[in-house]
Structures are given as structure tokens and as C-alpha cells.
Nanobody, 126 residues
Framework: QVQLVESGGGSVQPGGSLRLSCTGSGWSLDYYPIGWFRQAPGKEREGVSC????????YYADSVKGRFTISRDNAKNTVYLQMNSLKPEDSAVYYCAADPRGLSGNTCPLTLTNYWGQGTQVTVSS
């Protein structure tokens, strides 16, 4: 089974921080670019960030530049999204996704996202 699992969501006050994790369940993420997406109720899904296999290239949406940082740790089979200076408008369900083509599609932002996790809720409120 090809599975991605997100974790690290929660409730924080504006200005707070969270670190989200995306892990591969039963498979290695090493050769796949990984993207983070979010969707709030009534809003379109938004691409937030992306990192290529090997970490050589990253992408950030304008709305999160300077506040979010994506990284990967192959030894832990995990891609992280460090979120700082959180704003209420960051509240959403956050998903990670992978391009199933692996190195054949190793670009950011992702052009294919066939592998998805179940999502983790982030709530920013006072």
C-alpha cells in the first residue's frame, strides 16, 4: 500500500509555531518530490510548499514565504513543514502529496499528485 501520513497539527494562537511531518508508510520517500497543500472550509485547495528528491529545489506559495520552511530527513523517511508566525488565515487541513513518477517527475511545484495523506488540522485562533 502506498500511504502518506501527516502529523503535527493542532491549535495555536496567532504568532505561534507548528511543525508538520509527512512520513511514508511502508515505502521510502527518498526518490519522490513531496508537496504540502492546505484546504480551508469553503476555499480552494492551495499549494503551500514543495521539496524535490534530494532537497535541491523548493517552492513556497507567496502567502507563506518567509514564515514556512520545508525540509526532508531521508534517514527518518520524513518531510517537515515548519510553520512560524502563524496567522488565522493559515487555518486549514494540511495534506502532503507525492508525484508517483519519482525522479522522472522531480520538479517543484508538483505537476502530478497521485499519492496523498489523510490530512492534519491546523487551527490558528486567539
Amino acid at each position: 500500500q502506498v500511504q502518506l501520513v501527516e502529523s503535527g497539527g493542532g491549535s495555536v494562537q496567532p504568532g505561534g509555531s507548528l511543525r508538520l511531518s509527512c512520513t511514508g508508510s511502508g515505502w521510502s520517500l527518498d526518490y519522490y518530490p513531496i508537496g504540502w497543500f492546505r484546504q480551508a472550509p469553503g476555499k480552494e485547495r492551495e499549494g503551500v510548499s514543495c521539496v524535490t528528491s534530494g532537497g535541491g529545489s523548493t517552492y513556497y506559495a507567496d502567502s507563506v514565504k518567509g514564515r514556512f520552511t520545508i525540509s526532508r530527513d531521508n534517514a527518518k523517511n520524513t518531510v517537515y513543514l515548519q510553520m512560524n508566525s502563524l496567522k488565522p488565515e493559515d487555518s486549514a487541513v494540511y495534506y502532503c502529496a507525492a508525484d508517483p513518477r519519482g525522479l522522472s517527475g522531480n520538479t517543484c511545484p508538483l505537476t502530478l499528485t497521485n499519492y496523498w495523506g489523510q490530512g492534519t488540522q491546523v487551527t490558528v485562533s486567539s
